[in-house]
């Protein structure tokens, strides 16, 4: 039997957290990383990490991601953290 469809082997699946999970995880501050993240249980080792912007952000944190939503970004420099792409 012929296979339907189109499986893009280039796609890159993201793990998805939101500011609001941030702030539950972190209510101290500080900085985050996908290594504290997977300490904390938040994603999956292995895996690149997407922050989306769903939430609110109250404390000031300095994040390092795969990726960032335009949203969050906003979000988390309007709160005095920082973002940083790896």
């Not at 893009?8 to 500080?30: H, I, M, S, Y």
């Not at 300095?62 to 949203?71: D, L, Q, V, Y």
């Amino acid at each position: 039997p012929k296979l339907k469809g189109f499986k893009n082997p280039f796609k890159v699946e993201f793990q998805v957290v939101n500011l609001d999970k941030l702030n539950e995880l972190f209510p101290e501050g500080g900085v985050v990383t996908p290594e504290t993240l997977i300490e904390k249980g938040a994603v999956r080792k292995g895996h690149p990490v997407k922050v989306l912007g769903q939430g609110d952000l109250t404390v000031k944190v300095e994040i390092s991601a795969n990726a960032f939503s335009g949203t969050a970004k906003e979000k988390i420099e309007a709160a005095g953290g920082t973002v940083t792409v790896l």
